[in-house]
């Protein structure tokens, strides 16, 4: 199957603590670029390209969908395709307007204006016309070894390619309550010539249709490793010819700068393929190019390359893990900055001397730290890691999270004091239940608050320790005095808004931006009605005074996170400092 469930944490799989394609590869490319940008959340703005590949990969996928009337040559193959070609690039383009519209931070020198429907046309046809190759390669082996099992109506894959002649699979089916995500009307069916006569090329389209991620479903389709460190989503499986070949897709040309990863990544979906699947052989593996219409091939890495692979994604992991600060510095010291050189790298080569974050934002003075005033405080004074004394009772989970993650929970009491101490993320703490009824200490407890009741936060760097004579009791934090807010103000040094769809189908928002207090970072973040008007026009260089901000931990980091009934925002656009 290409898609799985998480072994640990809740149904929607994402967790900072897992490897991903997309994390490796950048942080063999640039260990700082990956700090900043997936610990810290410090990103660049969005620009036209990031656009274009999302919303072409969705296009093309929907028109691979479609079932061909009986067509015996390539001709009339692509005359049937072309015009739905057409249609889909017009959707893409408003699709890709509409995204761009209402992000609240563009890059400034590109416009939406400068992307054309040709231009989506021409990207989508390209990769029609490599789907065409491998159906020209279907037809040249006579459909291979399932065309007679597909004449005949059988089931071939337990999870089949998505078309619209069929329902979508969703990984959490019990996850969708309404009618209408799980009835979809049978539009089309496929032409199959009788059984024994030689195949046709609408049935080579049928037959190499790949696996790919499903348009309609709104839920992940992601694979996890077993031991639920890793997860990762292809873009296409082919599996026509018995054994899979696995392909991710690419918006540009092999020139590029972000190439030089493809490698990388497609071994990593291979890797993961193997651990999933009973160390099952990939065929190949590959690249396309929709910019440049290339077809790059690389061979799937065997058992023994397999095992060298883990080794290293296991070291890169542990060394993501053990990144301990829980306020990220921000600049670099001098020699902890990187050369720059590296594609993606924005903000990871400023170091704290030198014009270099002057010159990517004008409007911050050379370094002109906003101090502490006032009640407020710095970032690498807010309170992190305390530890806490009590029993341990009330055990309940896995139950979703304020990010709609299952993790586990207790309450610990001491005295008339009680709080909630539950898992940071899925699976951080495992065996939190283990505990309960006994007298603890919780050392390196993470603080936060929500729904205005304190929390506690565990991860895999917390401990608990039953209390006996042996046990060190010094430096406990009373409960009555761990502080779970904070007064904070700074310089906002990024912004994104990202919009989604939970697993049952509610739609979510969250406003996301960096505050910079000239020493350290923090990503502070709104959901719901606490995006405001005030933040939603946020832009980079502004100053923001936050008062009561809640305390919340990603991964072990400080997240700031505003409650718009508790939380004072006070913000002055960069035009006015």
């Given at each position: 199957?290409?898609?799985?469930?998480?072994?640990?944490?809740?149904?929607?799989?994402?967790?900072?603590?897992?490897?991903?394609?997309?994390?490796?590869?950048?942080?063999?490319?640039?260990?700082?670029?990956?700090?900043?940008?997936?610990?810290?959340?410090?990103?660049?703005?969005?620009?036209?390209?990031?656009?274009?590949?999302?919303?072409?990969?969705?296009?093309?996928?929907?028109?691979?969908?479609?079932?061909?009337?009986?067509?015996?040559?390539?001709?009339?193959?692509?005359?049937?395709?072309?015009?739905?070609?057409?249609?889909?690039?017009?959707?893409?383009?408003?699709?890709?307007?509409?995204?761009?519209?209402?992000?609240?931070?563009?890059?400034?020198?590109?416009?939406?204006?400068?992307?054309?429907?040709?231009?989506l046309a021409t990207l989508i046809m390209n990769g029609v016309d490599l789907f065409l190759g491998e159906v020209q390669l279907c037809v040249s082996a006579n459909g291979g070894p399932y065309l007679e099992a597909a004449r005949a109506g059988e089931s071939i894959h337990a999870v089949p390619a998505p078309t619209w002649g069929s329902p979508p699979h969703f990984p959490r089916p019990e996850k969708v309550p309404s009618h209408r995500f799980k009835s979809?009307?049978?539009?089309?069916?496929?032409?199959?010539?009788?059984?024994?006569?030689?195949?046709?090329?609408?049935?080579?389209?049928?037959?190499?249709?790949?696996?790919?991620?499903?348009?309609?479903?709104?839920?992940?389709?992601?694979?996890?490793?077993?031991?639920?460190?890793?997860?990762?989503?292809?873009?296409?499986?082919?599996?026509?010819?018995?054994?899979?070949?696995?392909?991710?897709?690419?918006?540009?040309?092999?020139?590029?700068?972000?190439?030089?990863?493809?490698?990388?990544?497609?071994?990593?979906?291979?890797?993961?393929?193997?651990?999933?699947?009973?160390?099952?052989?990939?065929?190949?593996?590959?690249?396309?190019?929709?910019?440049?219409?290339?077809?790059?091939?690389?061979?799937?890495?065997?058992?023994?390359?397999?095992?060298?692979?883990?080794?290293?994604?296991?070291?890169v992991h542990r060394a993501m893990l053990q990144q301990d600060e829980t306020v990220v510095s921000f600049p670099a010291a001098e020699g902890a900055g990187c050369d720059g050189t590296a594609p993606g790298c924005i903000f990871c080569s400023i170091t704290v001397s030198g014009d270099a974050l002057t010159r990517l934002m004008p409007s911050l003075r050379a370094f002109d730290r906003p101090a502490p005033a006032g009640a407020s405080m710095a970032l690498?004074?807010?309170?992190?890691?305390?530890?806490?004394?009590?029993?341990?009772?009330?055990?309940?989970?896995?139950?979703?999270?304020?990010?709609?993650?299952?993790?586990?929970?207790?309450?610990?009491?001491?005295?008339?004091?009680?709080?909630?101490?539950?898992?940071?993320?899925?699976?951080?703490?495992?065996?939190?239940?283990?505990?309960?009824?006994?007298?603890?200490?919780?050392?390196?407890?993470?603080?936060?608050?929500?729904?205005?009741?304190?929390?506690?936060?565990?991860?895999?760097?917390?401990?608990?320790?039953?209390?006996?004579?042996?046990?060190?009791?010094?430096?406990?934090?009373?409960?009555?005095?761990?502080?779970?807010?904070?007064?904070?103000?700074?310089?906002?040094?990024?912004?994104?808004?990202?919009?989604?769809?939970?697993?049952?189908?509610?739609?979510?928002?969250?406003?996301?931006?960096?505050?910079?207090?000239?020493?350290?970072?923090?990503?502070?973040?709104?959901?719901?009605?606490?995006?405001?008007?005030?933040?939603?026009?946020?832009?980079?260089?502004?100053?923001?005074?936050?008062?009561?901000?809640?305390?919340?931990?990603?991964?072990?980091?400080?997240?700031?996170?505003?409650?718009?009934?508790?939380?004072?925002?006070?913000?002055?656009?960069?035009?006015?400092?």
């Amino acid at each position: 199957m290409p898609v799985g469930l998480p072994p640990l944490g809740g149904p929607l799989g994402r967790s900072r603590g897992r490897l991903s394609a997309s994390s490796l590869t950048t942080y063999l490319r640039c260990p700082r670029q990956w700090l900043l940008g997936y610990v810290a959340g410090l990103r660049g703005p969005l620009r036209p390209s990031q656009v274009i590949g999302v919303v072409v990969e969705d296009a093309l996928c929907r028109v691979l969908m479609h079932h061909p009337p009986a067509i015996n040559d390539e001709a009339g193959l692509r005359a049937w395709v072309t015009p739905l070609v057409a249609h889909e690039a017009a959707l893409a383009y408003e699709e890709g307007r509409t995204t761009w519209e209402q992000a609240v931070w563009t890059s400034p020198d590109a416009t939406w204006a400068d992307v054309t429907e040709e231009r989506l046309a021409t990207l989508i046809m390209n990769g029609v016309d490599l789907f065409l190759g491998e159906v020209q390669l279907c037809v040249s082996a006579n459909g291979g070894p399932y065309l007679e099992a597909a004449r005949a109506g059988e089931s071939i894959h337990a999870v089949p390619a998505p078309t619209w002649g069929s329902p979508p699979h969703f990984p959490r089916p019990e996850k969708v309550p309404s009618h209408r995500f799980k009835s979809w009307p049978l539009e089309g069916a496929p032409a199959w010539s009788p059984s024994g006569s030689p195949v046709g090329w609408s049935e080579g389209w049928e037959l190499a249709r790949p696996w790919f991620k499903d348009p309609r479903v709104h839920q992940p389709q992601r694979l996890f490793h077993p031991e639920g460190w890793a997860a990762g989503e292809l873009d296409l499986v082919l599996r026509w010819k018995g054994t899979p070949t696995l392909v991710d897709i690419k918006s540009g040309t092999p020139s590029g700068p972000f190439s030089v990863s493809l490698k990388h990544q497609l071994e990593f979906y291979a890797w993961l393929w193997a651990a999933t699947h009973e160390d099952a052989e990939l065929e190949g593996l590959e690249g396309w190019y929709l910019g440049s219409k290339e077809r790059l091939r690389y061979d799937a890495p065997d058992g023994a390359e397999r095992h060298d692979l883990e080794k290293q994604y296991k070291e890169v992991h542990r060394a993501m893990l053990q990144q301990d600060e829980t306020v990220v510095s921000f600049p670099a010291a001098e020699g902890a900055g990187c050369d720059g050189t590296a594609p993606g790298c924005i903000f990871c080569s400023i170091t704290v001397s030198g014009d270099a974050l002057t010159r990517l934002m004008p409007s911050l003075r050379a370094f002109d730290r906003p101090a502490p005033a006032g009640a407020s405080m710095a970032l690498s004074d807010v309170q992190g890691r305390v530890n806490v004394r009590g029993g341990l009772t009330g055990a309940w989970g896995p139950l979703p999270n304020h990010f709609g993650e299952s993790v586990n929970g207790m309450v610990l009491v001491a005295g008339d004091k009680h709080i909630v101490v539950e898992e940071a993320e899925p699976g951080s703490f495992p065996d939190l239940h283990a505990h309960v009824g006994k007298q603890v200490v919780i050392r390196r407890a993470l603080p936060g608050v929500w729904r205005d009741q304190p929390r506690l936060y565990l991860d895999s760097d917390a401990e608990i320790e039953p209390v006996t004579d042996g046990v060190e009791l010094t430096d406990i934090t009373r409960l009555g005095l761990l502080r779970t807010r904070a007064n904070v103000r700074g310089h906002v040094l990024s912004v994104q808004r990202r919009d989604g769809v939970r697993l049952d189908g509610k739609p979510w928002a969250m406003l996301s931006f960096v505050l910079w207090d000239g020493s350290a970072v923090a990503e502070t973040v709104a959901f719901g009605s606490s995006m405001s008007r005030s933040l939603l026009s946020l832009k980079p260089g502004d100053a923001v005074t936050l008062t009561g901000a809640e305390l919340g931990w990603r991964g072990g980091v400080l997240q700031l996170r505003i409650d718009n009934r508790k939380t004072r925002v006070e913000h002055r656009p960069v035009s006015t400092e």
